[in-house]
């Protein structure tokens, strides 16, 4: 038996169409009654506390930070690679911790905070250095790149349809930030020649982009797409 609406095979006993949600009826068919795939009660299976994940994480990572500077100021007195460490386990802390300290993380306020962390941490890392590199490459690469990835993350989660329009818009807007990104490391680290090598990978995202946008407003591809891959 198929589903009349999206042409998934379909048990004699299912009720309904596991990708779609269509109802399954069939006037030649006798539906027998059979025991389900799945159980429908199952016993709750004990759970984990979810604060010692992080309680632990958290111990850990300031274990490490407490160590890595004494070990920094016992052979030179004072800061030298230990923030380098430091800075680093923030990162972490922000990616992969903090989030663990909620019972329904929001990525809308969560990715843009992790971009901040890292953006802070280059910052670090310039002021450290000498680079001056931060505010001529640094601070807009991640800026943009921050941007495109919250937009799409909080699309994706306020939208229940148009993943692919999202998708495919944020490629398209990876392949024109390319240049840019060319440019900026032209100007800042001193190249010799503009390479123009940003002509591959935005054409690639580009192509890739502009055939998710086909595909989304084409119905039957869609379709086809959704059945195959279970989008």
């Not at 010799?192 to 890739?208: D, K």
């Amino acid at each position: 038996m198929y589903c009349m609406y999206c042409g998934a095979k379909l048990a004699d006993t299912e009720r309904c169409c596991p990708l779609c949600g269509t109802q399954a009826i069939h006037p030649d068919i006798l539906r027998e009654e059979a025991e389900p795939l799945y159980p429908y009660h199952r016993s709750a299976a004990p759970q984990v506390r979810p604060r010692i994940i992080p309680i632990v994480a958290t111990t850990l990572m300031v274990t490490a930070l407490l160590i890595t500077l004494m070990i920094d100021l016992q052979l030179h007195a004072r800061m030298s690679w230990s923030g380098f460490v430091a800075g680093a386990l923030n990162v972490g802390y922000v990616l992969f911790v903090l989030p663990l300290w909620f019972r329904r993380p929001n990525p809308v306020v969560f990715v843009p905070c992790s971009f901040a962390a890292i953006g802070l941490y280059l910052l670090y890392i310039d002021l450290a250095t000498g680079g001056g590199w931060f505010l001529s490459f640094a601070f807009p690469v991640t800026g943009c790149i921050g941007l495109i990835t919250t937009a799409v993350v909080t699309l994706l989660k306020y939208l229940r349809r148009g993943r692919l329009y999202v998708i495919g818009g944020a490629c398209i807007a990876l392949g024109a930030f390319m240049p840019l990104l060319e440019f900026l490391i032209y100007i800042t680290f001193d190249i010799g020649r503009f390479a123009v090598w940003f002509m591959y990978p935005m054409t690639a995202l580009m192509l890739f982009g502009g055939m998710l946008l086909v595909l989304a407003m084409c119905r039957p591809a869609k379709e086809l797409m959704e059945r195959k891959f279970f989008l």
